[in-house]
């Protein structure tokens, strides 16, 4: 399987029951569509067919065709499910949306043109979107892939933008102590200085 084709659809995790349902994540927008555009396959090129999918909490429950008891079920547990990615209409997506997957690769920048570096991997750890930045120095970093800390983005111009506070990369004390220091660069005269000692001052 080329990875670079595929698009994760859904991690099994363990058994639901005795009659071979099993707990998912789902890495689609709406989790009852994950089995919507045909048979998935796993890395090692075994395929499955999703007859059901039932969202339950933060999870969906899946019955997938040939998988009829417990036994089966437990044998999937940790298996990740792919879709190729030319089989997933574009014109699928709704205003503003898009697969997690082109979101890999996007460069970072702020509203001043700052570049914070490039997306290396979206995650789920079950408060919602993560996207990890690694920038050109340091270790990556994870920002909310939220409408505040990600106001804007062109995938297919492969950039995003970041509100630098939103997404926790500074905070309000850094940011103002930058605006100062740009300022003081910018008119050195403005720099605070001590005031002279008066006659007699120790």
């Given at each position: 399987m080329?990875?670079k084709?595929?698009?994760l659809?859904?991690?099994?995790?363990?058994a639901?029951?005795?009659?071979?349902?099993?707990?998912?994540?789902?890495?689609?927008?709406?989790p009852?569509a994950?089995?919507?555009y045909?048979?998935?396959?796993?890395?090692?090129g075994?395929?499955?067919?999703?007859l059901?999918?039932?969202p339950?909490?933060?999870?969906?429950?899946?019955?997938?065709k040939?998988?009829?008891d417990?036994?089966a079920?437990?044998?999937?547990?940790?298996?990740?499910?792919?879709?190729?990615?030319?089989?997933?209409?574009?014109?699928?997506?709704d205003d503003?949306?898009?697969?997690?997957?082109?979101?890999i690769?996007?460069?970072?920048?702020d509203?001043?043109?700052?570049a914070h570096?490039s997306?290396?991997?979206?995650?789920?750890?079950?408060?919602?979107?993560?996207?990890?930045?690694?920038?050109e120095?340091?270790?990556?970093?994870?920002?909310?892939?939220?409408?505040?800390?990600?106001?804007?983005?062109?995938?297919?111009?492969?950039?995003?933008?970041?509100?630098?506070?939103?997404?926790?990369?500074v905070?309000?004390?850094?940011?103002?102590?930058?605006?100062?220091?740009?300022?003081?660069?910018?008119?050195?005269?403005?720099?605070?200085?001590?005031?002279?000692?008066g006659?007699?001052a120790?």
């Amino acid at each position: 399987m080329n990875s670079k084709q595929m698009l994760l659809m859904a991690r099994i995790g363990g058994a639901h029951g005795i009659k071979g349902e099993v707990r998912a994540q789902a890495f689609t927008g709406d989790p009852s569509a994950v089995g919507d555009y045909g048979p998935l396959t796993a890395a090692d090129g075994r395929t499955f067919e999703i007859l059901k999918a039932k969202p339950s909490k933060n999870i969906v429950l899946l019955t997938i065709k040939g998988v009829s008891d417990r036994n089966a079920a437990e044998a999937l547990n940790g298996l990740e499910l792919f879709i190729d990615r030319d089989s997933l209409p574009d014109d699928a997506l709704d205003d503003g949306e898009v697969y997690q997957d082109d979101l890999i690769g996007l460069s970072v920048k702020d509203g001043e043109g700052t570049a914070h570096g490039s997306v290396i991997a979206v995650h789920d750890f079950g408060a919602g979107i993560v996207l990890e930045i690694k920038p050109e120095r340091g270790p990556s970093v994870m920002i909310p892939f939220s409408e505040a800390a990600v106001p804007e983005l062109d995938v297919d111009a492969g950039w995003l933008l970041v509100d630098p506070i939103a997404a926790g990369l500074v905070n309000d004390g850094e940011d103002e102590r930058g605006e100062e220091e740009a300022a003081s660069r910018s008119n050195p005269g403005s720099r605070r200085r001590r005031p002279p000692k008066g006659p007699g001052a120790d």
